[in-house]
């Protein structure tokens, strides 16, 4: 199958491409809906809490553990994701759903009793460890449990989530922190996953168990918990030369991670992302460049302010237009047709990503005058465009790099790993170059900027090498 097949899309005398009708109509729905609610509750999370802390702080106490927040969430999510296949090998699509949402549920309402800090930090834990597991079944289900003509547009579905959840997280959070009632946001979570949950039953299929599964990688989920943990940690350590060594050390941790792997028969990742000459690892990290970019956004708020002398809450909003620019615009380019299309989508993605982050930081100016400050949004928009452009059809090319359907789904399940990880890297290196700005919020914003253009911008490279090496849906998915 060609990559315009990947898309869902053909050309010539062949079939017209799947619809969002078709995907969204009756047959699909339930396959296509709750897995995608799955993905927006932790994206959510993912900042829903830092908007809600301060007031919580005020009510329980524990200033001194404000920063595990974030990073106990995290670690817990990128735990569950590498967890995923896993889970399905012995579980079927409704049992690991519920214990997904279950958990979920569990931590949300363990953070709306929390009498003090350490309870709250471990039901965050406990939301971390039920949103991972439904971030990987998400993508797990796009390849499992819809025909691959449709696996463009569920790929597209399911990472808008990511943007969509960006948006409403902090804006959702900071409505009931404005209130007063932060807890009530954690039991309207929880009520949101008791939802799904009772759902779950009626809309998705039983399926076959897998089986035993092969063995939990124990040594490469220590070497991944140990690199969030110090990416995470990185992100709050005061002064730019900390920031660095955290990242440095999370670095070498990933590079350990990569070594054992290589070598090793328990992996996370599927055997044929080692093998020389797989388009794999050219993909996952091509996806991971687009997602380190978005951890912009944690810090598009402050520069709004600071700079454009912004209220908090319109800046609060301004950063979501990355995320909502990559929401839109994968919508639209999932129905991308031919080959040649979308492997020019694959590269024009990250281009565009870095040329819009490039461009923005030599629009920054102290005291910007409200013209240019509105300037910003269409700008910041079309550097989300650019991952919208490319990301589903990278997902799709992971999911088709192997019929076999363990190894398929691993690769799927993958995506949401490598995706909650690139999101800490990113959110760490975006702090260490606000630090390195000092005193001047000028020079952090136009080192952020610049800083992830020429990062992001890595991702044409790794596109194209994806491309060469056969980045496409295999003969037997036809």
């Known amino acids: 199958m060609t990559a315009s097949d990947s898309a869902g899309v053909t050309t010539g005398d062949n079939p017209a491409p799947a619809s969002w009708r078709e995907l969204l109509g009756p047959e699909h729905a339930g396959a296509a809906i709750v897995p995608a609610v799955g993905v927006l509750v932790g994206a959510i999370n993912i900042y829903l809490a830092s908007s809600l802390l301060p007031t919580a702080v005020a009510d329980i106490g524990g200033a001194g553990f404000y920063a595990w927040n974030m990073t106990i969430y995290l670690v817990a999510m990128v735990i569950a994701t590498m967890l995923v296949s896993r889970l399905l090998a012995r579980w079927d699509d409704v049992g690991a759903y519920l214990l997904g949402f279950g958990v979920f ?42 025909p691959p003509r449709l696996w463009a547009r569920g790929n597209a579905l399911m990472s808008a989530m990511y943007g969509v959840g960006n948006f409403v997280g902090p804006a959702l959070g900071g409505l009931f922190a404005q209130f007063g009632g932060w807890r009530l946001a954690f039991v309207m979570m929880a009520v949101i996953a008791g ?16 089986g035993a599964g092969a063995p939990v990688p124990v040594l490469s989920l220590l070497l991944v918990t140990a690199a969030t943990a110090a990416v995470s940690v ?3 350590l005061p ?45 996952y990290l091509t996806l991971a460049l687009l997602a380190f970019g978005v951890a912009v956004e944690s810090f598009l708020p402050l520069f709004g302010q600071r700079l454009g002398g912004l209220t908090p ?73 650019g991952v919208g452009l490319a990301y589903p ?19 799927a399940a993958a995506i949401a790993t490598v995706t909650s990880l690139s999101i800490a890297f990113g959110t760490a290196t975006a702090g260490a170059l606000v630090n390195l700005g000092g005193s001047s919020m000028l020079d952090a914003a136009r080192y952020v900027l610049f ?23 295999s003969p037997e998915l036809r």
């Not at 992830?452 to 090498?465: D, M, V």
Request: aromatic residues 6%; glycine residues 14%.
């Open 105 to 146: 549920l569990l931590g949300s309402l363990t953070c709306a009793v929390s009498p003090e800090m350490p309870v709250l930090l471990a039901g965050r834990g406990a939301q971390g460890l039920g949103a991972g597991l439904l971030s990987g079944l998400g993508f797990a289900a796009v390849r499992s449990a819809l």
């Open 393 to 411: 059809h990278l997902a799709v090319a992971v999911m088709a790099d192997t019929p076999d359907p363990e190894e398929g789904g691993r690769a």
């Open 234 to 236: 990185a992100g709050v």
């Open 195 to 210: 939802v799904c949950g009772l759902l779950v039953p009626r809309v998705l299929s039983r399926g076959d168990r897998g």
């Open 239 to 283: 002064g730019a030369a900390a920031m660095a060594a955290g990242i440095a050390v999370a670095l070498l941790l990933m590079l350990a991670f990569v070594a054992h792997e290589r070598r090793s028969e328990r992996r996370v990742f599927p055997a044929a992302t080692y093998r020389p000459g797989s388009a794999l690892k050219w993909l």
């Open 313 to 385: 809450a319109v800046a609060g909003f301004f950063g979501a237009v990355v995320s909502l620019g990559w929401s839109a615009t994968q919508l639209v380019s999932s129905s991308a047709a031919g080959e040649r299309t979308i492997g020019r989508l694959r590269v024009a993605g990250p281009l565009l990503l870095a040329l819009g982050f490039l461009l923005q930081g030599l629009l920054q100016r102290q005291d910007a005058p409200g013209w240019l400050v509105l300037l910003w949004v269409p700008v910041l928009c079309a550097a989300g465009a």
């Open 451 to 473: 800083g992830f253009a020429i990062i992001c911008s890595i991702g044409a490279l790794t596109a194209r090498a994806a491309g060469r090496t056969g980045g496409r849906l």
